[in-house]
């Protein structure tokens, strides 16, 4: 089944770099600005459940804030352990002032 586009905010609200936790169809998600691209993943990390939207971000890799691991933005792939598995990775679009994240 498609996904549908949900409004995650504004995106004026989202300086680069930055993460921010959203809650969608009851899913927790992370949402990165980087340099006016948003991108869209897990919020829960795969080693033990730390919270990506509070990771420091590189690039498009954030580095979960319990214990390192890597996560690549684009993907959800993992980049560097101690997660040994991606995080799942939603398509995000904007639509007028709205970043829109399909769930
Ligand atoms: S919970 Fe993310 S690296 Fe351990």
Known sequence: ?????VKAGAAAEMSPGQGKLVELQGKKIALFNVDGAFYAIDDTCTHRGG???????E????????????????TGEVIGGP?????ACYPVRVS???????V
């Not at 007028?96 to 399909?102: F, K, L, N, P």
């Open 59 to 74: 690039g498009t890799e954030v580095t979960c804030p319990w214990h390192g691991a890597i996560f690549d933005l684009r």
């Open 83 to 87: 997660a040994k598995t991606k995080v």
């Open 96 to 102: 007028g002032a709205d970043v829109e994240i399909e």
């Open 51 to 57: 919270p990506l939207s509070e990771g420091e971000c």
């Open 1 to 5: 089944m498609m996904g549908q586009y």
